[in-house]
């Protein structure tokens, strides 16, 4: 729950970056989650701006110009608007989305270092970096490319090898060569200023260490622990490039503010426009006690938002201190890692162009998965099942059927001996009352899954009292009995609705519409009403099932994308482990392996490697413990087909009978994945 009752908030969303399209493990990762935060708030009437934008600076720009053969403003533009227009049509309410390109930015960056300055905040240091002799120009990190110390990769750039992941300085390269003329560069001295760092490491350990143990995430937590328990140094806040915020001092002729520190103030630049726009004072927004300021990112950028951006943002003694950083981990795609630059990915702007009136399906599926505390999977087998058996099958069919039996019995009006509907079953209104709070307090703990989980239960709840009540059956042996349970459905269907709106939005709106509801729009403490006589609006559905053609579309496209990027796949160099002894035929045949579907998947408490599973094998339904736990999160399987052997003896591992195992195929590295088959199979197939 909220420490204290706050008059504003402001929300951050991180700044991509305008050098390409965004995937959708972006969006998983802060866009998704910020916006169901802004969401409910709203919805809770306090007074939020949301803020986000175009990082438009440093290398990463430059670097696609070069590749695109064009000018990095070009690059800028076309990215922008891409990547906003996706955000849009994806549902994400931004107040405002800014472009860090902006001369109010440039304006407001400049201020902010001009402040830092004139306080002797910054260490001016000469160093010696490397320096192109025939291109005229310090190189940037990205501008240096050599052979990786680490695997050999010969084309490793200056700050990461991305074969093999290490991070790296250029002076670690061996060969090292400019990207700019292929020469070989030299060192050259060059000056700079750098934010100290190691000067405020006694109060991050009191601001973070202390006063956050409990209320920040524990992976954020763990890294900020991890960077101050290791010693902080000082770091450059600005580089010789010419793409860029200048450095407002003179005789900084050639340098630019260093990406990383212009970019989170393009939060606060943005903020500024938004005011200017609204007429409102964007000081009270970063400056005042009485706002919350959070931050959502992925847990990349944990280091600038946790640690860089807040000592900024303490030295210059005016702003307002981030509150909470609910930073997520990774999302994965189809056993992979995503990224844009290999082909294995799915850009915002594919999905919407292949998948059109689906976005809501896609809320729910990366909420559904958030990696919220550990990297999570991204499927296109598992969003089709999350579709199809949870928005189709609970929520559509929860609503359609109400939907359709008022219409059929009433012509779609409300028909009651009162002057408005309400609850008339006591259990009904005190469960829905129980699942407002559980869903506030997960809000309010930046636990989203948790709280759409929440919202789907109230869709159950009603499936459930629907099918104790039979209208369909009573309305002849007991027409009141009929009709009260279906008014109690339909006020029932508006909290759903009300409670749909941080997720699905646009779901929302259509229930509303069909509801007859005028606002658009319904605040958490407005009361839906349903007057005697009032006409509902036809029904329609919701959502549409999912078919495997799709699925196995959207999979062969990224197979071909990624092949057209990196060529046929080249086969995995580490020799596979030598054959077993031979076994013969009888042995064989004597394995019973079936084809099953993992129906519920937990944590076996005080084990990391266990997870307790039960399958539907076809025959029965029936517990596994499975050691794949530090492979696989529980919620990401659900739904997952495998195969089985059936006929194990029955062993018991830590208290728990386990009949039978699910077999998996490991690579030398060690990571698992399911031998499952391609198509669906009914539970029961036999393996041979």
Same mark, same amino acid.
């Given at each position: 729950m909220e420490p204290k009752n706050y008059k504003r908030y402001t929300i951050t969303a991180a700044l991509p970056y305008a050098n390409g399209p965004k995937h959708l493990g972006h969006l998983a990762g802060a866009y998704i989650p910020a916006d169901l935060y802004a969401r409910y708030l709203r919805l809770q009437k306090r007074d939020v701006v949301f803020v986000c934008g175009s990082d438009e600076h440093g290398t990463a720009i430059a670097n696609q110009a070069m590749k695109e053969h064009t000018t990095p403003r070009e690059i800028i533009d076309k990215y922008h608007e891409i990547n906003k227009n996706s955000f849009a049509q994806m549902g994400i309410s931004f107040d405002i989305y800014h472009r860090t390109s902006d001369p109010l930015h440039h304006e407001t960056a400049q201020d902010f270092f001009t402040n830092l300055n004139d306080k002797h905040i910054f260490v001016e240091k000469e160093d010696e970096q490397y320096y192109d002799e025939h291109a005229?120009?310090?190189?940037?990190?990205?501008?240096?490319? !050599?052979?990786?110390?680490?695997?050999?990769?010969?084309n490793a750039y200056g700050d990461q090898c991305e074969k093999c992941g290490t991070s790296l300085s250029p002076s670690e390269l061996i060969n090292p060569r400019s990207t700019l003329s292929g020469n070989k560069p030299v060192l050259k001295p060059t000056k700079h200023w750098y934010l100290p760092l190691d000067k405020y490491e006694d109060w991050l350990k009191e601001w973070i260490l202390k006063g956050h143990a409990k209320d920040w995430r524990a992976t954020v937590y763990g890294q900020c622990k991890s960077w101050i328990d290791g010693g902080l140094h000082p770091r450059a806040v600005t580089r010789d490039l010419d793409w860029g915020i200048k450095v407002p001092v003179q005789g900084a002729d050639g340098k630019v503010l260093y990406v990383w520190f212009d970019a989170p103030i393009g939060y606060i630049s943005a903020t500024k426009q938004w005011a200017?726009?609204?007429?409102?004072?964007?000081?009270?927004?970063?400056?005042?006690?009485?706002?919350?300021?959070?931050?959502?990112?992925?847990?990349?950028?944990?280091?600038?938002?946790?640690?860089?951006?807040?000592?900024?943002?303490?030295?210059?003694?005016?702003?307002?201190?981030?509150?909470?950083?609910?930073?997520?981990?990774?999302?994965?795609?189809?056993?992979?890692?995503?990224?844009?630059?290999?082909?294995?990915?799915?850009?915002m702007h594919e999905y919407l162009e292949d998948l059109p009136g689906k976005v809501d399906e896609l809320r729910y599926y990366l909420t559904a998965i958030a990696p919220e505390t550990s990297d999570s999977e991204f499927t296109w087998k598992d969003y089709r099942d999350r579709v199809?058996?949870?928005?189709?099958?609970?929520?559509?069919?929860?609503?359609?059927?109400?939907?359709?039996?008022?219409?059929?019995?009433?012509?779609?009006?409300?028909?009651?001996?009162?002057?408005?509907?309400?609850?008339?079953?006591?259990?009904?209104?005190?469960?829905?009352?129980?699942?407002?709070?559980?869903?506030?307090?997960?809000?309010? !703990?930046?636990?989203?899954?948790?709280?759409?989980?929440?919202m789907m239960e109230i869709a159950r709840l009603g499936n459930r009292y629907l099918t104790e009540k039979e209208p369909w059956?009573?309305?002849?042996?007991?027409?009141?009995?009929?009709?009260?349970?279906?008014?109690?459905?339909?006020?029932?269907?508006?909290?759903?609705?009300?409670?749909?709106?941080?997720?699905?939005?646009?779901?929302?709106?259509?229930?509303?519409?069909m509801l007859n509801v005028p606002n658009e729009v319904v605040a958490f403490d407005e009361e839906i009403v349903f007057a005697n006589g009032h006409q509902l609006n036809p029904s329609a559905l919701l959502f549409e099932k999912i078919e495997d053609e799709l699925i196995e579309q959207q999979i062969q496209k990224l197979i071909d994308k990624k092949a057209a990027i990196e060529g046929p796949p080249k086969g995995d160099d580490t020799p596979a482990a030598p054959a077993?002894?031979?076994?013969?035929?009888?042995q064989f045949a004597a394995m019973d392996i079936r084809i099953g579907t993992i129906l519920t998947a937990e944590k076996v408490a005080k084990t990391k490697k266990l997870l307790k599973l039960t399958i539907d094998t076809g025959i029965d339904q029936r517990t596994v413990v499975s050691g794949i736990a530090e492979h696989f999160e529980p919620e990401g399987i659900i739904g997952q087909q495998v195969s089985i052997l059936v006929n194990l003896e029955p062993r018991e591992i830590k208290g728990i009978l386990s009949q039978g195992m699910i077999l998996m195929a490991e690579n030398a590295e060690g990571k698992l994945t399911f031998t499952a088959p391609l198509n669906w199979m009914p539970n029961g197939s036999t393996v041979r």
């Open positions: 005229k120009a310090f190189l940037a990190d990205r501008y240096i490319i !050599g052979t990786c110390p680490n695997c050999g990769n010969e200017i726009d609204n007429g409102k004072d964007w000081e009270l927004y970063w400056k005042d006690q009485d706002t919350k300021l959070v931050h959502f990112i992925g847990k990349d950028n944990i280091v600038f938002h946790c640690i860089v951006f807040p000592v900024m943002l303490k030295v210059h003694g005016d702003f307002i201190l981030p509150e909470n950083v609910p930073a997520n981990e990774f999302m994965n795609l189809e056993g992979d890692k995503m990224s844009t630059s290999r082909g294995w990915s799915v850009e199809n058996n949870e928005l189709v099958a609970i929520l559509g069919n929860f609503v359609n059927r109400v939907m359709i039996l008022m219409h059929k019995f009433y012509d779609g009006k409300v028909d009651a001996l009162t002057e408005t509907i309400g609850f008339t079953d006591q259990n009904l209104s005190s469960e829905v009352s129980r699942l407002y709070e559980e869903l506030k307090a997960s809000f309010e !703990g930046y636990k989203f899954r948790q709280a759409q989980q929440t059956k009573t309305i002849k042996t007991d027409p009141e009995a009929a009709k009260d349970a279906l008014h109690n459905c339909l006020i029932l269907i508006g909290h759903l609705a009300k409670c749909l709106q941080p997720f699905l939005p646009g779901t929302a709106k259509k229930i509303f519409y077993k002894e031979n076994i013969n035929f009888d």
